[in-house]
């Protein structure tokens, strides 16, 4: 039982504490003393848990950044050293016959930009009177074609 002393006067007290309540407050208080201190100890035993919980997290989530990285590095590393390889081809066959590349890398180009359109081209070059037929129904059924090998 805890005794709340309202007013102390140098004359008289307000509340009386009894011999046997002081050693009730004493243990009161001491039990609340000893609470207190486990809470504390309880609070920071899960405050450490869920720092090592979020560290762990973070640690986890860095190495996976990581490793995609550097996957994502081979990766580039890769494909840029394919296209160096692809050009020396392409550039060796041009010191050889340097018309001849070009004029077949354009057709390649156009190929590739071109090949995907429902638009017919007709060279004007054919000469007068010249009538193409053009099987419309069967443009639009046509398929995509493969794409040129280098």
């Known amino acids: 039982m805890l005794l709340h002393v309202s007013r102390v006067d ?35 035993n899960e405050a450490r848990g869920y720092s090592n919980k979020v560290i762990q997290e973070a640690k986890g989530d860095a190495e996976r950044i990581l490793q995609g990285a550097q996957g994502y590095r081979g ?4 494909e840029s050293k394919g296209e160096a390889d692809r050009f020396l081809k392409v550039y060796d066959q041009y010191k050889l016959a340097p018309d001849v590349t070009r004029k077949r890398m354009f057709i390649e180009t156009m190929q590739r930009v071109l090949g995907d359109t429902d638009k017919v081209i007709i060279d004007q070059k054919a000469g007068p009177g010249v009538v193409p037929y053009l099987p419309l129904p069967e443009f639009s059924k046509r398929t995509p074609s493969p794409e040129p090998q280098q």
């Open 75 to 78: 990766q580039v590393i890769a």
């Open 10 to 44: 140098n004359d008289s007290v307000a509340g009386t504490i009894r011999r046997g309540e002081r050693h009730v407050i004493k243990h009161a208080l001491h039990h609340r003393l000893q609470a207190a201190r486990a809470d504390k100890e309880r609070l920071q």
